[in-house]
């Protein structure tokens, strides 16, 4: 029996390690069961029959932290995207819910339906982004379940890189002197995703956007819902005005965003259906952010130690400052 469990534990660990590599990111492109044990039995150890593979890739779809996933209607699998972050989704839902977490304790269906809306709007930014030019870098290590509660303050869920060339080759040598003379070729803002802005939770959106903003250039602030109570929208701009902080709101209702598509086909969508998702939003920008000449290299240099994505982030722009162009970022 202890053999048994040895070797099922010893398969699940071979597959969560080798089925990223085999399946694709799109639902649409998904690979069925038969195929992908044809092509995962080259990298595994052991003689394991196709019955045990099945089992394991059906088990394994309904976890949400292993990298398979099974599509929702039809047959096929698809590589999972990576989880959200266990302390970011417990305060999402708390800001979702105006703190009445009691109104939905128990109710796991409601929460999933929640935590879909937090992942297809996150899902849209990033695409959004793509369209815009800007480079997204996800935070996740900080926000792990175990994670201390002070991370909601010294991190954002996300950094965006604005490049200052746009891809101009023209623009190398001017980039490659500020590198030199000590002057980033580029500006980080970090930004706090929120789904509803509530008169009961904006000032804790915003000043926890403020506070996880202050190594970056700038901090901005990005609702998926319009602002449509007058009085909210004011108390949002004057705290805009004091502080530099930009706020953004996307025009996603909650019904708008019960009908896109998964948070997969999303950032997977080809130019059409990029163009169709971005026709859908109504972005509309209630402060701009005041963009600061300088980051904060005394402040970058104190949250190093919490977690190990600042290094790979500090990577990342560095091999782009040498190349003079934005990489494509490559999660480790």
Avoid at 81 to 93: D, M, V
Avoid at 118 to 131: E, P, S
Avoid at 292 to 304: G, N, S, T
Wanted: hydrophobic share 40%.
């Amino acid at each position: 029996m202890l053999s048994l469990q040895l070797s099922i534990m010893s398969l699940r660990k071979q597959l969560n390690e080798a089925l990223p590599d085999y399946l694709p990111a799109n639902p649409q492109d998904a690979i069925k069961g038969t195929e992908l044990i044809r092509m995962i039995r080259m990298k595994l150890e052991g003689n394991y029959s196709d019955a045990s593979l099945r089992y394991h890739f059906s088990i394994m779809s309904c976890d949400p932290t292993s990298p398979i996933a099974k599509v929702e209607k039809g047959q096929g699998y698809y590589r999972r995207t990576a989880p959200i972050p266990a302390l970011a989704t417990a305060q999402e839902l708390f800001s979702q819910y105006q703190g009445r977490l009691d109104d939905i304790q128990g109710d796991h269906e409601e929460v999933d339906h929640a935590m879909m809306r937090i992942r297809k709007f996150r899902a849209i930014v990033n695409k959004w982004c793509d369209v815009n030019g800007r480079f997204p870098f996800a935070f996740r290590e900080p926000f792990k379940a175990d994670a201390p509660i002070g991370n909601l303050w010294k991190f954002p869920e996300m950094l965006l890189v604005d490049w200052e060339s746009g891809g101009d080759e023209d623009a190398k040598p001017l980039l490659k002197l500020k590198s030199q003379l000590g002057l980033p070729p580029f500006r980080l803002h970090a930004a706090r995703l929120r789904i509803l802005p509530t008169h009961d939770t904006y000032r804790l959106d915003f000043f926890q956007t403020l506070s996880a903003s202050v190594w970056a250039q700038g901090g901005e602030l990005i609702y998926a819902a319009p602002i449509v109570d007058e009085a909210l929208a004011e108390g949002i701009r004057r705290l805009c005005s004091s502080f530099g902080i930009g706020v953004t709101t996307f025009g996603l209702t909650a019904e708008i965003l019960d009908d896109l598509p998964r948070p997969a086909n999303i950032l997977n969508a080809h130019p059409r259906e990029t163009e169709a998702l971005m026709e859908r939003l109504d972005v509309t920008r209630v402060a701009t952010a005041k963009s600061r000449p300088h980051i904060d290299w005394a402040a970058l240099e104190a949250v190093r130690g919490d977690s190990k994505e600042v290094d790979e982030l500090l990577s990342w722009l560095s091999f782009s400052a040498d190349a003079g162009q934005m990489l494509p970022y490559e999660e480790g």
